[in-house]
């Protein structure tokens, strides 16, 4: 009798760890927070998903379609997490068009006039995709492509390593570029992107970041209000295409003086030639100190929530965007509607259209060379 009540508890012990086991799979499964999740296909049936780079006060998503940073979660003031980078809730919205919310962009980011450049004597044509110019890489660069994932920390969740190939005239431009971005995520609050790339063909080559913050909260408004300091004495004036005209002119006495911390608002409607072609701010600063090594660029801060964010590149140029073109026909993650300059970009590059400006820092990238850049963003709360 005795032994019979043991061998009943015994299934039973077994029974409910079971249970337990289950639960537990099932929560994990459906926890929206895991480190990998498949959240969609693309139109071409490839599969798509999403990881999660975090610390201790930080957590960052990322998506293999287009390398794209679709949330930047960061503690404010009152160490509340506040998501401060623009973007969506679902793929779906990334499938179709949308401002380059947080993609790599390439081959050549900003823009190539009449999206014409020479090689060795041979000219290059891509599709023009924006005002009789080729815009990030043109009708589908690489913010629209699906990433293949080579290396995942799936332990501590601190990197994540994305590849894409390239291949030959793809959108135009000549040569197989094998093209790797390392996102990493650091005890001090770095979120740290490196470009690493190589050709079997002369071309040309510029690469960004495209995230939009605001960091007051990326449905919190307009970001008009946010303190920003560019290190940088000069600026690239744009023509009505936004193609610089090959001048480099110092920002004193301009509303392009950001050299002393101000508010992106204080200027942006003023009577300035420069600012109504560009509907605001959407230009490429000289960044000084340029010399092929990493230094600090910029400073950008939210009194609302208390954060600031430090740019740090190793790049000769930063484009700083201030949403001009956002509409609110995008809605925001909370269900409300990115209007204009609800975000603002800094991307780190170098200058548009430089393959037809000789003065300009070169782009080209040639057989047996290696690419090779780092952009810091740094979060400080």
Not at 9 to 35: A, E
Not at 188 to 210: R, S
Not at 271 to 290: A, E, K, R, S, T
Not at 325 to 334: A, D, I, P, T, W
Request: glycine residues 8%; hydrophobic residues 35%; negative net charge.
């Amino acid at each position: 009798m005795i032994n019979d009540l043991k061998k009943i508890l015994k299934s039973k012990k077994y029974f409910y760890s079971f249970i337990i086991i289950t639960i537990l799979i099932i929560i994990s499964c459906s926890n929206p927070n895991q480190s990998k999740v498949l959240i969609g296909k693309m139109n071409n049936g490839e599969e798509v998903y999403k990881f999660l780079l975090k610390n201790d006060d930080c957590e960052i998503e990322i998506i293999t379609l287009g390398g794209i940073v679709t949330s930047i979660k960061v503690p404010d003031k009152n160490n509340k997490l506040l998501d401060v980078a623009l973007g969506f809730n679902s793929l779906e919205p990334y499938l179709d068009d949308h401002p380059y919310f947080g993609a790599i962009v390439g081959r050549y980011a900003n823009r190539i006039d009449n999206g014409k450049f020479i090689i060795d004597n041979i000219e290059y044509n891509l599709d023009l995709n924006n005002n009789g110019t080729s815009l990030h890489g043109g009708i589908k660069g690489f913010d629209k492509v699906n990433w293949q994932v080579s290396a995942y920390d799936d332990i501590n969740n601190r990197f994540i390593k994305l590849n894409y190939l390239s291949k030959d005239m793809e959108e135009g431009y000549p040569g197989n570029l094998n093209l790797y971005v390392i996102y990493s995520l650091s005890d001090e609050n770095e979120l740290i992107v490196e470009y690493y790339a190589d050709t079997d063909k002369t071309t040309i080559l510029n690469l960004t970041q495209h995230s939009y913050f605001n960091l007051s909260g990326e449905s919190s408004g307009d970001i008009l209000n946010h303190n920003l300091e560019i290190y940088a004495d000069s600026f690239l004036p744009v023509n009505k295409k936004i193609i610089p005209s090959g001048e480099i002119r110092n920002v004193e006495g301009t509303p392009f003086d950001f050299r002393n911390l101000k508010k992106i608002g204080r200027d942006i409607n003023l009577d300035n030639n420069q600012l109504i072609l560009g509907n605001g701010y959407d230009h490429c600063w000289v960044l000084n100190d340029f010399d092929g090594s990493v230094r600090k660029v910029a400073t950008a801060s939210s009194d609302k929530s208390g954060i600031k964010m430090e740019l740090y590149t190793d790049q000769p140029g930063v484009q700083l965007y201030t949403g001009n073109f956002l509409n609110g026909s995008l809605k925001s993650k909370q269900d409300l509607k990115y209007e204009k300059r609800s975000g603002f970009c800094l991307e780190t590059q170098h200058f548009p259209n430089s393959p037809n400006e000789d003065s300009f820092p070169s782009t080209y990238l040639k057989p047996g060379e290696k690419y090779k850049s780092k952009t810091v963003f740094k979060f400080i709360f």
